[in-house]
């Protein structure tokens, strides 16, 4: 089986998709009966699978949305039958894919559609995606809430697969840490103690806003010298998030890191005092289970795909309710007993989700739908 993967619109491994991507192409091996090759723009050569010698194909194209969106509808399946692909796996399956399908496909899927496209219900571009979900020969996505978003779309639930994200446990694991309380991890000096909350800031969904009330009513009622650390690319909700901080009793304590290196994450979780994650329409949660792998409790929101990914190894809060939502980090900040649960309960839980499993199962629907 020849299998051909589409690096268009994973970030050039600096957005969530980029980092699937390169987590899942590092547990891709070339065998007698499976050869992988990666497609897309030139800068990803060296992103993705080159640690394992996985062949790249370069696309030159602008870079534009429009003319990459226009070439998956036009030129992706013939690109596919010249290279004598068996199938093409579309890592960003929610932005770019084919209407039709010459060589068959399978989309992946690691966002909410219904949000991704909430500005656009009627519009031509979500009608084209969805018709090319439907006709792709098989979707996979990281949960069940995602799954059930795009049946509410009109996609076959029975051409839906759910394979969760993994985590890196040579990277993300408990560590003994032995540093005075001046986190320096390059190219930020944080002082401890401090919660995190590491998402981009990509809209009102994600709850920036909401996470900076609700601590600024943690730290009235404690007085405790806990600081909150922000961490995560700009996106639309930045300038907001920043004058939310700017007007806090608390900005001092309140930190905002922008873009931070993936490589430095496992430090900056394992030298918190927990992570926080009030996102509600999140699709995969791999924040939370990356906190949770490195030993760290977490409090999150009690919506989207979060209950599924954390179990009950988390405290839940609503993200719309301040008050909730305060109380749960006071609850991580001063019950002894309750963080010992939720660590060891977590180090347990998060051992089930590796990328070596979301690889071979990946692969098995690969095969499937090479051979329909």
């Known amino acids: 089986m020849k299998v051909g993967i589409d690096t268009f619109g994973c970030g050039h491994g600096k957005t969530g998709l980029g980092s699937y991507l390169d987590s899942l192409t590092r547990c891709l091996q070339n065998t007698e009966n499976d050869c992988f090759e990666l497609f897309g723009a030139e800068i990803d050569r060296y992103t993705y699978g080159a640690d394992n010698g996985l062949k790249f194909n370069s696309v030159h194209l602008p870079d534009s949305r429009r003319i990459k969106r226009i070439w998956h509808y036009a030129g992706a399946n013939l690109f596919a039958a010249k290279h004598k692909f068996d199938v093409v796996m579309y890592a960003a399956g929610a932005r770019y894919l084919p209407i039709m399908f010459g060589v068959p496909g399978v989309a992946i899927v690691n966002d ?49 697969t759910v394979i969760h994200n993994g985590i890196d446990h040579s990277v993300f694991y408990p560590q003994e840490i032995l540093f005075p309380n001046l986190v320096d991890i390059k190219p930020f000096a944080i002082k401890q103690p401090y919660f995190l909350y590491a998402s981009r800031m990509s809209g009102p969904s994600k709850k920036h806003i909401e996470l900076i009330k609700a601590f600024e009513l943690f730290k009235q009622k404690t007085h405790l010298e806990h600081r909150l650390v922000l961490a995560g690319s700009v996106g639309e909700s ?76 988390a405290i839940y809060f609503d993200s719309d309710n301040i008050e909730q939502m305060a109380a749960a980090i006071e609850q991580l900040a001063l019950d002894s007993a309750l963080r010992k649960k939720l660590i060891e309960g977590g180090i347990d839980w998060t051992q089930r989700f590796t990328w070596e499993k979301t690889a071979e199962k990946t692969v098995q629907v690969l095969r499937e739908a090479a051979e329909k």
Request: proline share 6%; aromatic share 8%; hydrophobic share 40%.
């Open 112 to 160: 909410l559609v219904s949000e991704v496209y909430a500005d656009e219900v009627l519009s031509s571009r979500l009608l084209r995606l969805l018709v090319g979900l439907k006709n792709a020969s098989r979707v996979i996505v990281p949960s069940q809430f995602i799954r059930k978003d795009l049946i509410k779309l009109g996609v076959s639930e029975d051409n839906i």
């Open 238 to 313: 930045t300038e907001e998030v920043k004058q939310a901080v700017l007007e806090s009793t608390y900005c001092q304590d309140i930190f905002i890191t922008g873009f931070y290196p993936r490589e430095s994450f496992p430090l900056l979780y394992a030298l918190s005092e927990g992570c926080l994650f009030p996102s509600v329409n999140e699709g995969v949660g791999l924040p939370v289970l990356e906190a949770m792998s490195t030993g760290v409790p977490v409090a999150c929101s009690n919506s989207g795909a979060l209950p599924e990914i954390a179990g009950n190894n």
